[in-house]
C-alpha cells in the first residue's frame, strides 16, 4: 500500500514537475519585456494576429502606412520576435550611427545560406570581420575594380553587339543587363563565365523570394502556427539550396583541378582569382577561424546575389525612369555625346571619361532614391538600447525602411516625381550614407562591400547603352504602362523592361 503510494506521488511529481517548470518558462519569457518601455505599434490580436493588417501588406509600403499612424519608430510582435520598425532619418542615424555596434548584426531568423557563413547574414564578429576583409582585398577595394576594366568593356562590346542584331525590334533589355552583370562578377571573381552564370541570380531570386514568404507566418501569434505554415517553404528552400550547391560545387571542383595542373591561378590574366585564394587560405590555414567549402560556397553565393540582382536593378529602374522621362533620357544622352565628341573619339568611352558624367551621376542618384534595390536594411540589436526614447531589448530585428524614407515628403520635395537635378543642390548627399535620409548602400559597419565595384558597372552599361542608341517602347506600349509598383523586398523589377533600341545616328557603322 505504502509503495502504491509512493509510486503515484514519484509518477505524479515527474510529470507536474516539468509542466510546471514548463509554465513557469513561458510565464518568465512573456514577463521578459513587462514594463520595458517599447515603441508604439499594431495590436496583435488573439490567433489572427496581425492578419487584419494584411491588406496594407507588411512589406516596405505597409510598414510606411502603419507608421503614419504608429510614429517613425513602431513595435511589432513579428512570429515570436520583438521587431523595430525604423521610418525616420533621425531615428535611423540613432541606429546606424550612434549605436553602429550595437545593431551590426543580421536579423537571426532569415533563411538563408546553411548556417549564414557567408558575409551578408554572418553574424557580427571575427568570422564576418575576416571574410569581408578578404573579399575587399581580392575583388572589392578600388584598386581592384579599376585592374578589371578590361573585362568590363569586352563584356559591354558583348552587349552592345547583342542589341545592335536586333535593332529596331523588341528586345528583352532586363534579360540583357542581368547576364551582363552576372558575367562581369564571374570573370571577375571566378576567372572564367560559368555556365550556370543566368540561372544562380535566378535560383538565388527564387530563393529570397521563399525568405521572404517564410515571413507570412510572422503574421500569427502562435509559433506553431507559424512553424506549420513555413515548413513547406522551408522544405522548397533547401531543395534550391541543393540545386545551388551542385554548381557551386562544380566551380570549386575546377578550380581544385585547374591548381593541381598548373601553378597558375584561374584568374583571366593567369592570377589568382578570389575562388583560388580562397581554397588556399582554406588549406594553409593561417586564419583565426578556419574556414571549409560551406563557407566558400557562401562568399561565392554573396558576390553572384549582392553584386548581379542589385546592380542589374538599378540599370533596369534608370532606364524605366528616363523612358517615362524623355527630356530626361535627352540630357543625359547629350552630356555622354558632347564628352566623346570633346575627346575625340566616336566609338569608345574610357572608364575615367563616364567618372566626369555629371548629370549621368544625379541620374543614377535618383534611381536609387526612388528604387533602392534593398527596400529594408535589415538588422539586429546585440544589447540593449535606448533609441528614441524607447527600450530596445537585446536580440530585436530592426528593420530601416530606405524606400519609406527616400519616399517621405518631408524630407525631399515632389518626393515621387522622378528629379534628377534635386541632387545637384544636394551637396551633403553621397552615397556613403552619412546622410541618413539617403542610405542606397546602407550605412556603418554593414555598409554594402561592393559600392565601388556596383557603381563603376551601373554607370558604365547606362553611358554605354545611351551613347550608342536611342530608345523607344515598342509599339502600343505607353510610358504609364511602365509604371509598375516594386513590391519585394529585394526590389527586383517584377516585369521585364521590352525596348525597342536604334543605333545612334551621328555614329559610324560598327
Ligand atoms: C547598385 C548596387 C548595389 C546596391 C544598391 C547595394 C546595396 C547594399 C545594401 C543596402 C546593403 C546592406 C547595407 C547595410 O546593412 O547597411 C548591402 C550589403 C552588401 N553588399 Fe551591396 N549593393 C550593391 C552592389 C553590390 C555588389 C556589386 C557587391 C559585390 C560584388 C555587393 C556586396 C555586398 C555585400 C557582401 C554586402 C554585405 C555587407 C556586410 O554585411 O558586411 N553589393 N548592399
Known amino acids: 500500500m505504502v509503495g502504491d503510494v509512493e509510486w503515484t506521488l514519484t509518477t505524479t511529481c515527474a510529470v507536474v514537475f516539468p509542466l510546471v517548470m514548463l509554465l513557469l518558462m513561458k510565464i518568465w519569457k512573456k514577463s521578459e519585456n513587462v514594463g520595458v518601455d517599447l515603441p508604439p505599434g499594431p495590436k496583435k490580436l488573439p490567433i489572427i494576429g496581425y492578419l487584419h493588417l494584411l491588406s496594407s501588406g507588411l512589406d516596405f509600403r505597409g510598414f510606411r502606412d502603419l507608421s503614419q499612424q504608429y510614429g517613425p519608430i513602431m513595435h511589432l510582435k513579428l512570429g515570436s520576435r520583438d521587431t523595430i520598425v525604423v521610418s525616420s532619418p533621425e531615428i535611423a542615424k540613432e541606429i546606424l550611427k550612434d549605436n553602429d555596434p550595437v545593431f551590426a548584426e543580421r536579423p537571426q531568423n532569415m533563411l538563408f545560406w546553411h548556417n549564414n557563413s557567408d558575409i551578408l547574414f554572418s553574424p557580427y564578429g571575427e568570422y564576418w570581420r575576416q571574410m569581408r576583409k578578404i573579399c575587399t582585398l581580392e575583388l572589392l577595394s578600388i584598386k581592384n575594380v579599376r585592374s578589371f576594366s578590361s573585362i568590363r568593356n569586352d563584356e559591354v562590346s558583348h552587349l552592345l553587339d547583342s542589341i545592335r542584331v536586333s535593332a529596331g525590334e523588341p528586345v528583352n533589355l532586363t534579360e540583357k543587363i542581368i547576364s551582363f552583370m552576372s558575367s562581369i562578377i564571374c570573370r571577375t571573381a571566378f576567372g572564367k563565365v560559368s555556365k550556370d552564370k543566368d540561372s544562380v541570380p535566378r535560383l538565388v531570386k527564387e530563393a529570397m523570394g521563399m525568405s521572404a514568404t517564410s515571413s507570412v507566418s510572422d503574421i500569427f501569434p502562435s509559433s506553431r502556427i507559424a512553424q506549420a505554415l513555413s ?26 583541378t585547374n591548381r593541381k595542373d598548373s601553378r597558375r591561378g ?6 589568382k582569382d578570389l575562388v583560388d585564394v580562397l581554397l588556399g587560405i582554406k588549406e594553409d590555414g593561417g586564419l583565426k577561424i578556419p574556414i571549409n567549402s560551406v563557407d566558400i560556397k557562401g562568399v561565392i553565393l554573396d558576390m553572384f546575389h549582392a553584386g548581379t540582382d542589385t546592380s542589374s536593378s538599378t540599370v533596369h529602374w534608370a532606364m524605366t525612369e528616363l523612358l517615362r522621362h524623355p527630356q530626361v533620357m535627352a540630357k543625359a544622352q547629350a552630356e555622354i555625346r558632347k564628352l566623346v565628341k570633346e ?12 567618372q566626369q558624367l555629371n548629370y549621368l551621376r544625379l541620374v543614377i542618384m535618383e534611381t536609387l532614391r526612388l528604387h533602392p534595390p534593398c527596400t529594408f536594411i535589415p538588422r539586429f540589436s546585440r544589447e540593449k538600447c535606448k533609441i528614441g526614447g524607447y527600450t530596445i531589448p537585446a536580440k530585436t530585428n530592426v528593420i530601416v525602411n530606405a524606400w519609406a524614407m527616400h519616399r517621405d515628403p518631408k524630407y525631399w520635395t515632389d ?5 534628377p537635378e534635386r541632387f545637384a543642390n544636394e551637396a551633403s548627399l553621397d552615397t556613403t550614407g552619412s546622410d541618413s535620409r539617403y542610405l542606397p548602400f ?12 556596383g557603381w563603376v558597372g551601373v554607370s558604365l552599361i547606362l553611358a554605354h547603352l545611351l551613347h550608342h542608341f ?15 509598383p516594386q513590391t519585394s523586398v529585394v526590389a527586383g523589377p517584377e516585369k521585364d523592361l521590352v525596348v525597342v533600341a536604334t543605333p545612334h545616328q551621328s555614329l559610324p557603322n560598327e
Open 415 to 419: 518626393s515621387e516625381s522622378f528629379k
Open 266 to 271: 584561374n584568374g583571366e590574366f593567369g592570377n
Open 442 to 453: 546602407g550605412s556603418g559597419k554593414r555598409i554594402c562591400a561592393g559600392m565601388t565595384f
Open 231 to 256: 515548413w513547406g517553404t522551408k522544405l522548397r528552400f533547401m531543395r534550391m539550396c541543393r540545386q545551388l550547391d551542385v554548381i557551386l560545387d562544380g566551380i570549386i571542383d575546377d578550380h581544385e
Open 470 to 484: 536611342d530608345w523607344k517602347l515598342p509599339h502600343g506600349v505607353h510610358a504609364q504602362d511602365l509604371n509598375i
Open 343 to 354: 575627346k575625340g573619339n566616336t566609338n569608345s568611352m574610357e572608364e575615367e571619361d563616364i
